[in-house]
């Protein structure tokens, strides 16, 4: 299995409240990306990054934001919480080079109230 | 821009009995397709890819996927389903080129295999 950890797994917490979601990975892949999964929604694409403080925003963005300072660390920032947010959050790692499969980790259950 | 479209949200089979799931994708430029699976509680798993080649690839499994450049579509297949092969299935588009490695998915597909 590829090395990539997702912490917290589970969470819970108050709406208006900031809360950062931690993708650690020990590849040294290039690209990672920050994906939310909801019912009847699939995957969505919130951020990626193509590199260390590279980042592009995804479907959908908004109330979200990341950081890269090392390669091997993507965080995912909640700035002010709504219960909208309440889904699963998956970290995904890309190496280069053709064809390249993304690796995801366990995924993080977040609960807004 | 890219976009994948699976048709189907639910396919119930019976075990032993074939099954397809349609996938159908849009895109300006060549792509590399996937199909990932997801067990209950479990992250994604790549299932199979289509790079190039030979349109019909095949997973270790059972599973095999055939890319229709005219039809847009990358439709998995498997001739005799099982029970453990109840899971989400996910169809999956990137760009072949440049520096377009955003990936994107479909909203999946459930496939539930009964006795």
């Known amino acids: 299995d590829a090395g990539i950890t997702q912490s917290p797994r589970h969470k819970v917490t108050e709406t208006g409240t900031p809360v950062t979601l931690r993708c650690h990975q020990t590849?040294?892949?290039?690209?990672m990306y920050w994906y939310r999964q909801d019912p009847g929604h699939g995957l969505r694409l919130i951020h990626y990054?193509?590199?260390?403080?590279?980042?592009d925003k995804g479907e959908v963005s908004d109330g979200y934001s990341v950081s890269r300072s090392k390669t091997e660390d993507f965080l995912l920032t909640l700035e002010s919480a709504t219960s909208s947010q309440t889904s699963v959050y998956f970290c995904a790692i890309s190496g280069e080079g053709r064809g390249t499969e993304a690796f995801f980790g366990q995924g993080t259950r977040l609960t807004v109230v | 821009a890219q976009s994948v479209t699976q048709l189907d949200s639910q396919v119930p089979v019976f075990e032993e009995a074939p099954v397809e799931l349609r996938c159908n994708y849009s895109?300006?430029?060549?792509?590399?397709l996937f199909w990932y699976v997801q067990y209950p509680n479990q992250g994604l798993q790549l299932l199979l890819k289509?790079?190039?080649?030979?349109?019909l690839v095949k997973s270790i499994n059972g599973f095999e996927a055939e890319f229709n450049k005219s039809q847009t579509s990358f439709h998995l297949r498997k001739p005799s389903v099982h029970i453990s092969d109840t899971a989400e299935y996910f169809c999956?588009?990137?760009?072949?080129?440049?520096?377009?490695?955003?990936?994107?998915f479909g909203k999946g597909t459930l496939l539930t295999v009964n006795p």
């Open positions: 895109s300006s430029v060549s792509v590399y």
């Open positions: 990054s193509y590199g260390v403080k590279d980042t």
């Open positions: 289509y790079l190039s080649g030979s349109t």
């Open positions: 999956a588009v990137r760009g072949s080129g440049g520096s377009n490695y955003k990936l994107t």
């Open positions: 590849e040294n892949h290039r690209y």
